[in-house]
């Protein structure tokens, strides 16, 4: 071969290299110019559920008696967790418990007693009995006797304490029958004592009518034999115009009458006071019955206003005692107990573990930069990744930004960042038959796609910036 023909071999190759070169570079110019690149806001995350961790606190505090669970144990709703100490809450309890048993056997009792003026009379029988006193009083002068008697929206009521017994609930039978035996055994010591009170005033209403009685008849048979002695005196004086009989026998008649008026004015004054004492002995009467009323009345409203008082501080002291064993609100896994100890004080309102809930739909809580906040909306696509070095085994999640917070929030140990949730559309990493469950407190990497640009636009972006920010110095 001449060197004239190698010199037109060489010229040859290079017009080839020239040529696959000037196609490289318009492919590549035209690849570049039309293949587009995701724009990503990078962010770190951690996987949180979506009802976030429950933070177990305890209202009025204690002292730990036991610590039940340990971290990381499974929980159910309503499980035992920590027990407090509960003396003083069991004492309490108990005497408030003593206490409503009581009142609820003398409510019981009271009642009862007071049903003893609420049993109603027949309308003809108060009438008939009516004028029975009143044709007595026409007949011995004695007014008529009204029995005690109580008005109750206008109908009249009677006494009859016999005719009544106690009616406990069967609670508190069941739960303090001592108390019921003594509410009852006082029942029966009152109900005795009062009907011999007017028993006994009665008896001396009976003895005061006896008397106005006694006097009644006296005065009726003094007068009676007043018209007798007039009646002699006026055929006395005819005779003794006529001088047949003697001024002596006459002045007998005159005496003999002085003598029974004046012993019908002595008794007209007598009746006065038997009937002023007949009238204080029914009076007497009315007060034991209407003072007994009065006191069961007043009595039954103050134990119940005590009872309700007494009820509510139970309920209330009870719901104490039911929280000196803290339970689990959910079911999930205990992530972190904040008490080292048993004997350790619990004060109010401490939190004193957290309990991430099971079967909750987990979400991703990602820390965006400030200066990527302009570009990310509600809405966008994300994708997850794990935070280690063999994420690439497990390939990544596809997700949509949820919610982005309001305002930047700031964290000493975080900085200052804007919190995007991403939910994902699936709750593990999985490829090539590997899997990698998500878990509350896991760290990861979230990218959130924020828009595109071609290869050439990423290639020369760098070179407008700088000429756009360039050349202004003073």
């Known amino acids: 071969m001449t060197n004239t023909d190698n010199a037109r071999e060489l010229d040859r190759n290079t017009k080839v290299f020239f040529y696959l070169c000037a196609g490289f570079c318009i492919s590549f110019f035209v690849w ?54 509960t003396t003083a809450s069991d004492s309490t309890v108990e005497e408030l418990n003593v206490r409503v048993s009581s009142l609820t056997a003398e409510i ?33 002068g004695i007014e008529p006797l009204e029995l005690p008697s109580v008005e109750v929206a206008g109908v009249g009521l009677r006494l009859d304490p016999f005719s009544v017994e106690i009616a406990f609930p069967e609670q508190l039978l069941h739960d303090a029958p001592g108390m019921a035996d ?27 009518e006896q008397d106005v009685q006694e006097i009644f008849v006296r005065i009726r048979n003094q007068k009676q034999g007043l018209v007798y002695v007039r009646e002699q005196i006026a055929i006395s004086e005819e005779l003794l115009k006529d001088k047949l009989t003697t001024r002596y026998k006459h002045l007998g008649f005159l005496k003999e009458e002085s003598t029974l008026i004046s ?59 039911e929280r000196t ?17 048993e ?56 997700g949509t930004v949820a919610t982005i917070s309001p305002d930047a929030i700031t964290k000493e140990d975080v900085g200052t960042y804007y919190k995007v949730l991403v939910e994902t559309e ?21 990218g959130i796609k924020t828009g595109e640009r071609t290869v050439m636009e990423y290639l020369v972006y760098p070179y407008f910036d700088t000429l756009y920010h360039g050349m202004r110095e003073r």
């Open 32 to 85: 570049a110019s039309f293949s587009p690149l995701d724009i990503v806001s990078d962010a770190v995350g951690e996987v949180i559920p979506s009802s976030r961790v429950k933070r177990i606190q305890h209202l009025e505090g204690g002292i730990v008696r036991k610590i039940v669970v340990r971290e990381g144990d499974l929980v159910e709703v309503g499980q035992p967790l920590i027990e407090l100490e």
């Open 182 to 208: 003594q509410a009852r055994q006082l029942y029966e010591a009152r109900r005795e004592r009062f009907v011999n009170d007017l028993n006994a005033q009665r008896e001396k209403i009976k003895q005061r």
């Open 426 to 446: 699936n709750d593990r990493f999985e490829k090539d038959g590997r899997r990698y469950q998500l878990y509350p407190g896991m760290r990861v990497l979230v």
């Open 325 to 341: 064993v803290i339970r689990s609100p959910a079911n999930g896994i205990v992530k972190s107990i904040y008490i080292m100890g």
């Open 263 to 321: 012993r019908i004015q002595e008794d007209d004054a007598a009746l006065a006071r038997a009937r002023s004492a007949l009238v204080a002995a029914r009076d007497s009467l009315d007060q034991i019955f209407n003072s007994f009323h009065e006191e069961v009345q007043e009595t039954l409203r103050k134990s119940r206003r005590e009872l309700l008082e007494f009820s509510q501080r139970l309920r209330k002291m009870s719901d104490s005692l």
């Open 108 to 140: 019981a009792r009271l009642e009862a007693e007071s049903r003893w003026f609420v049993v109603g009379v027949d309308a003809a029988a108060q009438e008939e009995s009516a004028d029975a006193n009143a044709t007595r009083s026409e007949d011995s």
């Open 343 to 398: 004997g350790e004080v619990v004060q109010p309102g401490m939190t004193v573990l957290d309990i991430v809930p099971a079967g909750d739909k987990l979400v991703i809580e990602a820390h965006l930069a400030l200066g990527d906040i302009g570009y990310v909306q509600v809405g966008q696509s994300a994708t997850v990744s794990l935070a280690t070095g063999d994420a690439r085994m497990f390939g990544h999640l596809e």
